[in-house]
């Protein structure tokens, strides 16, 4: 189909690059968001092989492989410092046939504002409702303004409110049971190997660190916490205490952050939705299917979303109803499946039952990378692009 004009409510990751795929489809995009300045919620993120191939078909593959960090390797650790397994991930690369990219999040979405236009970006406007009829599909700001196309894309995140008109009702996240809190720090040695993703692990928690493009690593820290611990004042004494014991680089990385730059998160997903369309509106990304971040794919799932929706309109003429039906076809179960894993993984890393946390630290103790490789590699094998 051609001359479609599509709305984008939302400008974090998955908006953006579903303007840029539309674009690049040859439709008018217009791109609205709630925030007066767009700011990155979290730190850094791993954009795994599959979300850099829709960045690569999308003309940004320099620009990505830019801002990506060198990470070459794989290293886990115990919590007194001993390693675990450490492998190359070249067997990787070459299983998928691109490199994985780790990013600070400001690069990130600066990138995907450059390529998209950010005077083309309408800050200031939150979508409080959408309306469809036959032929339109209609958002509606606060403000009482009104924004009609062929197509509402809802990638307005976890939050959605665009996912409450495609339902008909609204969604309860799940606490996944434990905390994360992520940062970027000036890259050192004393820390961690520049090229290596790094994870220490003991206590059914985790420290890690990896590197981003401008010698900086993108760290976190991981603990199951109740909900309803309120976080201390001093968030590196906070770290210091989850982590006594721990190994030197740990201690020095906590040392080493600025507890201003640092987010404090409580982890939630959602369980898998039962569509992600309604006629003429369509979600995508977060608002989609939220993920614990335990597979490092919810980022890049809204990429493959991007990609396959901006596909499913070009490729038929049956019209939009017809091709939002087929997108959500083609993503409902590769989501619902990364959700489920990312949970089943979450729970395994967090303790939930502390027999399989620690059968998984004797594994990685005996691993030599080949099964790891082959769990990622999998899951990047199932995206769109091959
Ligand atoms: C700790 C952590 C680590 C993660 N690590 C990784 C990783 O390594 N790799 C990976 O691929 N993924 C990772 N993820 C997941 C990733 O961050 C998300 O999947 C991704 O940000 C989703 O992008 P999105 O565009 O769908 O939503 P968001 O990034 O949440 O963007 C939504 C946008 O919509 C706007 N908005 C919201 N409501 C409205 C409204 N009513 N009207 C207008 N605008 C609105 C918001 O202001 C925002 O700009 C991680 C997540 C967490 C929490």
């Keep these: 189909m051609d001359n479609l004009k599509v709305v984008v409510i939302g400008a974090g990751m998955g908006g953006l690059a579903t303007a840029i795929a539309m674009r690049h489809a040859g439709y008018e995009v217009e791109v609205y ?76 979405q600066q990138m995907l504002l450059t390529a998209f236009g950010e005077e083309d970006v309408h800050l200031s406007s939150k979508c409080v409702a959408v309306e469809q009829t036959e032929d339109k599909a209609t958002a509606i700001f606060e403000d009482g303004s009104r924004v009609s196309g062929d197509i509402v894309v809802g990638a307005d995140g976890t939050h959605s409110v665009v996912r409450e008109h495609v339902l008909g009702h609204a969604t309860q996240r799940r606490y996944a049971g434990y905390v994360n809190w992520n940062g970027l720090v000036e890259a050192d040695k004393k820390l961690a190997d520049k090229e290596s993703w790094v994870i220490y692990v003991g206590d059914s928690q985790r420290a890690s660190m990896m590197p981003v493009g401008g010698d900086r690593f993108y760290f976190f820290f991981d603990k199951p916490l109740d909900y ?17 014991g721990w190994a030197e680089p740990v201690q020095r990385l906590i040392a080493q952050l600025d507890p201003d730059a640092t987010n404090r998160v409580k982890i939630h997903d959602i369980d898998p939705l039962s ?100 769990a990622i590699s999998g899951l990047i094998l199932q995206g769109p692009l091959k």
């Design 228 to 244: 309803d611990i309120e976080p201390p004042a001093d968030l590196q004494a906070e770290l210091a205490e989850h982590f006594e």
């Design 33 to 108: 968001d709630r925030v007066q300045e767009l700011k990155p919620a979290g730190a850094g993120i791993s954009l795994w092989s599959n979300g850099v191939k829709v960045m690569n078909r999308l003309g940004l593959g320099k620009e990505i492989a830019q801002i990506g960090g060198p990470m070459n390797r794989m290293t886990y650790i115990n919590k007194v410092g001993e390693t675990l397994t450490d492998f190359s991930l070249a067997p990787l690369i070459e299983a998928v046939g691109q490199h994985p990219y780790p990013v600070s999040r400001t690069d990130l």
């Design 275 to 374: 569509a992600f369309v309604k006629g003429r509106v369509a979600l995508i990304g977060d608002a989609g299917h939220s993920a614990t971040p335990d597979l490092g794919q919810g980022g890049c799932q809204a990429f493959e979303d991007a990609w396959v929706l901006a596909n499913s309109l070009l490729t038929t003429n049956l019209g939009v109803a017809d091709a939002l039906k087929r997108y959500e076809g083609l993503r409902r179960d590769r989501t619902a499946e990364v959700v489920l894993k990312a949970r089943k993984r979450a729970d395994m890393i967090h303790g939930k039952d502390p027999d399989r946390t620690q059968e998984w630290y004797d594994n990685l103790a005996n691993a030599d990378g080949d099964t790891i490789i082959g």
